[in-house]
């Protein structure tokens, strides 16, 4: 058995267990153990060796509104933070991965770099919340039979080219994922059959999220 992977972009509100409902911004990477959207976020029920991607190039950029302060609360409307965990539950270290933002106008372009390659990857991820819309009513999950991009592998090992967009907001613009071409050189901890034909990033992957939360 293998983790795949997929990318996901998500600008709306979220329910937190039934509890709350919270605005959140999200663009990543992040495992499913199966084929369908629902088994995403889950591991298996036991660990098993070789089962995660080989990333040998991995970076995030999200472009998000620069949170702004609100005065008479004293704290900003939004944060921004880089998130990460491993098959094992545990975050990455520091020294894993870069974390960079700059100014573009009135927003922030948020960089997020993988530097280990054989990190077990469970999610790899720029996350944000937007407290405006704390309170407001959920977005509804997407099923299968909409709203997926996932790219399809081809018998040459490559990526085609695909689009991606946030389906809760038409107002974000679409982004291009370009193509990359898998490699067939055996990598410690993972075959080239699994780079090849059960990951969806393997050699290199950047995933652009140029997009106007």
Not at 37 to 46: D, I, M, N, P, T
Not at 165 to 179: H, M, Q, V
Request: charged share 15%; glycine share 6%; proline share 6%.
């Amino acid at each position: 058995m293998q983790y795949r992977y997929r990318a996901g972009v998500f600008s709306g509100v979220r329910s937190y267990s039934g509890v709350a409902t919270g605005g959140t911004r999200i663009c990543g990477v992040y495992a499913c153990t199966g084929e369908t959207r629902e088994s995403c976020g889950l591991r298996f029920s036991s660990y098993i060796p070789d089962a995660t991607a080989i990333f040998q190039e991995l970076v995030i950029e999200a472009m998000m509104p620069t949170p702004a302060l609100i005065a008479d609360l004293d704290t900003n409307n939004a944060v921004v933070y880089p998130v990460s965990s491993k098959v094992s539950i545990m975050p990455l270290e520091a020294k894993e991965f870069d974390y960079t933002t700059s100014k573009n106008y009135t927003n922030t372009i948020y960089t997020m770099s993988l530097k280990n390659s054989s990190a077990e990857l469970l999610t790899f991820a720029v996350w944000g919340r937007r407290f405006a819309t704390d309170g407001q009513t959920e977005d509804p999950p997407l099923s299968d039979a909409e709203g997926d991009v996932t790219p399809e592998i081809t018998t040459e090992g490559s990526i085609p080219e695909t689009t991606t967009s946030d389906a809760t907001n038409p107002d974000i613009p679409a982004t291009n994922a370009p193509t990359t071409e898998a490699s067939t050189t055996s990598q410690p901890g993972a075959s080239a059959v699994h780079l090849l034909s059960r990951v969806l990033f393997a050699a290199m992957v950047a995933l652009i999220c140029y997009c106007q939360f």
